[in-house]
């Protein structure tokens, strides 16, 4: 007897087994489809803007040396290194930001429906939503990021993302590619809260102002892209850029200081203010990559079958 009930118990174990692994099966996984169209209109965005990001990160780095604004430094950066200079970080910059950003809209779009089964608030589950695909997106760019500051910052390094990233991790080893972690988390939280979930805001008033006004919301989809966007854009990029300016300053070169002794130096140097250096480029820069991207988004989510932003 003692036999017998030991068989039932290991049927009993089976069952439970086949059963489990059928309903996980069964389970409706993530929609590829945000995170495709995430991953390619980040790259491209990111890829064609690479020439302000330059510009901005030089201004950011050495702001003694390039304080007469963006066109005087670019002529600058030109003169002094080339026009290839301009391109410094192109590989890294793709790399980095396409799966960054497969990481970042795919996450989010997963998780709005999931944190509005537990979050009454869709405003609240959404903002949920945005952070943890930020923080996620985070960790995945900081190597790249990392790779793509030196470069830019010391034009001698390397040629580029092969032989950049692998020479990086020789010298100061593989964590230290995350040692702007906490940067990484003040930029890209507040910068994707500004962007998707603005972006998401803004599409979903100008769909209901155009129905009001009696037009078809599906005559106007590309014009509700780019106008929400660029909306999206000026917010992600200001609640973003003492992030962006803490995170050149971590990567900018080998030294091992830590978050808040970045914070402390430059706030000595420049108080609030110094965390804003650069802002007119990186608006010039953020601005052109959150349109552009978006409106990227928006259509490859439709050339994919899904429903334009704000449209449902």
Same mark, same amino acid.
């Given at each position: 007897?003692?036999?017998?009930?030991?068989?039932?118990?290991?049927?009993?174990?089976?069952?439970?087994?086949?059963?489990?692994?059928?309903?996980?099966?069964?389970?409706?996984?993530?929609?590829?489809?945000?995170?495709?169209?995430?991953?390619?209109?980040?790259?491209?965005?990111?890829?064609?803007?690479?020439?302000?990001?330059?510009?901005?990160?030089?201004?950011?780095?050495?702001?003694?040396?390039?304080?007469? *604004?963006?066109?005087?430094?670019?002529?600058?950066?030109?003169?002094?290194?080339?026009?290839?200079?301009?391109?410094?970080?192109?590989?890294?910059?793709?790399?980095?930001?396409?799966?960054?950003?497969?990481?970042?809209?795919?996450?989010?779009?997963? +998780?709005?429906?999931?944190?509005?089964?537990?979050?009454?608030?869709?405003?609240?589950?959404?903002?949920?939503?945005?952070?943890?695909?930020?923080?996620?997106?985070?960790?995945?760019?900081?190597?790249?990021?990392?790779?793509?500051?030196?470069?830019?910052?010391?034009? *001698?390094?390397?040629?580029?993302?092969?032989?950049?990233?692998?020479?990086?991790?020789?010298?100061?080893?593989?964590?230290?590619?995350?040692?702007?972690?906490?940067?990484?988390?003040?930029?890209?939280?507040?910068?994707?809260?500004?962007?998707?979930?603005?972006?998401d805001v803004f599409a979903g008033l100008f769909y209901g102002l155009v129905a009001k006004m009696?037009?078809?919301?599906?005559?106007?989809?590309?014009?509700?892209?780019?106008?929400?966007?660029?909306?999206?854009?000026?917010?992600?990029? +200001?609640?973003?850029?003492?992030?962006? $300016?803490?995170?050149?300053k971590t990567y900018q070169d080998s030294s091992s200081a830590t978050f808040p002794s970045i914070?402390?130096?430059?706030?000595?140097?420049?108080?609030?203010g110094q965390f804003f250096v650069g802002t007119g480029s990186r608006l010039t820069h953020v601005?052109?990559?959150?349109?552009?991207?978006?409106?990227?988004?928006? $259509?490859?989510?439709?050339?994919?079958?899904?429903?334009?932003?704000?449209?449902?």
């Amino acid at each position: 007897s003692e036999s017998l009930r030991e068989i039932m118990r290991i049927k009993a174990i089976l069952a439970a087994l086949v059963a489990s692994s059928l309903s996980v099966a069964d389970a409706e996984l993530p929609d590829y489809r945000p995170f495709l169209a995430g991953g390619i209109c980040a790259a491209c965005s990111h890829g064609w803007t690479t020439p302000i990001d330059v510009v901005k990160t030089k201004i950011q780095s050495d702001p003694k040396k390039f304080n007469k *604004g963006m066109l005087k430094a670019t002529g600058t950066i030109v003169k002094e290194e080339g026009p290839g200079a301009l391109l410094a970080g192109l590989g890294p910059t793709v790399v980095g930001y396409g799966v960054e950003g497969a990481v970042k809209f795919g996450i989010y779009e997963a +998780l709005k429906p999931l944190s509005k089964k537990f979050i009454d608030s869709q405003a609240v589950a959404f903002l949920v939503a945005s952070m943890v695909a930020g923080a996620a997106a985070a960790v995945t760019l900081c190597p790249m990021e990392s790779v793509r500051i030196r470069l830019v910052t010391d034009s *001698g390094f390397a040629s580029g993302l092969l032989d950049g990233l692998p020479k990086l991790i020789k010298e100061e080893g593989l964590l230290s590619q995350f040692n702007g972690l906490a940067a990484m988390l003040l930029k890209q939280c507040p910068y994707t809260l500004g962007k998707q979930v603005s972006f998401d805001v803004f599409a979903g008033l100008f769909y209901g102002l155009v129905a009001k006004m009696g037009m078809e919301g599906s005559e106007m989809k590309l014009a509700i892209s780019v106008a929400a966007a660029f909306c999206a854009s000026i917010l992600a990029c +200001l609640s973003s850029q003492p992030g962006d $300016m803490v995170l050149t300053k971590t990567y900018q070169d080998s030294s091992s200081a830590t978050f808040p002794s970045i914070v402390r130096s430059l706030y000595k140097e420049g108080g609030l203010g110094q965390f804003f250096v650069g802002t007119g480029s990186r608006l010039t820069h953020v601005c052109s990559i959150i349109t552009s991207q978006l409106v990227i988004y928006d $259509m490859v989510k439709q050339m994919l079958g899904l429903p334009a932003t704000g449209s449902h």
